[in-house]
Each structure stands twice: as structure tokens, then as C-alpha cells.
């Protein structure tokens, strides 16, 4: 005989899977995405949180949103990468210039680059996406990137330490237990 509540936790299960079709952890600290006009300009950083000092892959991704054509398809909303742009960055850190990445031209719609930042901290960076403005000006995107070297080296003996700690502490229960016989 079928179990009638396997049965309709089963039929639930059915009918909420297909609701469930995008999962993700958190976003990385140093990605993020504006969008002005048509156009958005993502930013993220490999490692998530990069070190003063130590060079980093700095990634760049450029898309079009494509306005529907009439209101009847207003919610069709293409987006796409954006193929022959221009763009240039700039870097500050309290407010002053501390590095560029020179006006290039790109043929397709992600890029990335090596850079290294010299001192912990937030740093700003505007990204000026060339010629697609209204009557061909130029768009500036600002965004936060946070250098860290609190973890550092010590982050790993952290982790490293706790788990031996555990490892200790699970094989010294093992070892001193006593078996305990029950009183009748």
C-alpha cells in the first residue's frame, strides 16, 4: 500500500521544482554591475578580495540593453554584449589619481587585465565607455574596489589551526572515554 503522505509530499515536490530554476551564493565583494541608459558595465575582481601589492585579474564586461520597439513587446528586452566599443579607466584612492588604464578599443564585449593596487582600502574606479552617449558622449560607471591584507597570511594558519584543534579534541574524547555500564 502507498503512503498517503510520501504520496502528496511527492506531488509538492513536483509542483514546486519547476518554480525553483536559479540558485546562486553570494556575489563576489569586489562585482558589481550600473546600468545607465542602454548600457551596463560589469566589474569583478579574481581573487574576490585582492591583496596590496599582488597583481589581480581586473575583468570588464560591457552590455547593450536593447529598447522593445513598441509597448506590445515592452517586456522583450534583449540584452547583448557589445561588440567595437571604447573605454578607458581610471583609478583613485582618497580622492587621488593613482592609476590608468589608457582609452583602448575592444571588439568584443568582456576584456580583462592584470593590475595591482600599493595600499589597502577602497578604491574608486570610474569607467569611461566612449561614443555611446547621447550625440556621442562619453559615460562614466564609478565603482568601489576594496583592497585587504588583514587576512593575509595569517587567514590559512587560522583555518589550519582550527581544524587541528578539532582533529585534537575528538581524538582525545575517544581516547580518555570510559565506558560507563548501566546501573539496573
Do not use: C
Amino acid at each position: 500500500m502507498i503512503d498517503i503522505r510520501f504520496t502528496a509530499l511527492l506531488v509538492l515536490a513536483l509542483l514546486i521544482f519547476p518554480t525553483v530554476n536559479y540558485a546562486s551564493a553570494h556575489n563576489n565583494l569586489n562585482s558589481d554591475d550600473q546600468t545607465i541608459g542602454n548600457y551596463e558595465v560589469q566589474v569583478a575582481t579574481d581573487p574576490e578580495i585582492p591583496d596590496a601589492n599582488h597583481p589581480f585579474k581586473l575583468s570588464f564586461r560591457v552590455l547593450n540593453h536593447q529598447s522593445a520597439s513598441n509597448i506590445f513587446n515592452s517586456l522583450n528586452t534583449q540584452v547583448s554584449e557589445v561588440n567595437n566599443f571604447r573605454m578607458g579607466v581610471r583609478m583613485y584612492y582618497n580622492d587621488q589619481l593613482v592609476g590608468t588604464i589608457p582609452v583602448q578599443s575592444f571588439d568584443k564585449g568582456e576584456w580583462s587585465t592584470q593590475y595591482t593596487f600599493h595600499e589597502t582600502g577602497n578604491h574608486i574606479v570610474d569607467v569611461d565607455l566612449y561614443d555611446v552617449g547621447p550625440n556621442g558622449k562619453t559615460l562614466t560607471y564609478t565603482f568601489n574596489i576594496t583592497i585587504l591584507s588583514v587576512f593575509g597570511n595569517i587567514f590559512p594558519y587560522i583555518i589550519s589551526s582550527g581544524g587541528i584543534g578539532f582533529i585534537v579534541i575528538v581524538v582525545w574524547a575517544l581516547m580518555t572515554r570510559r565506558k560507563v555500564k548501566p546501573k539496573h
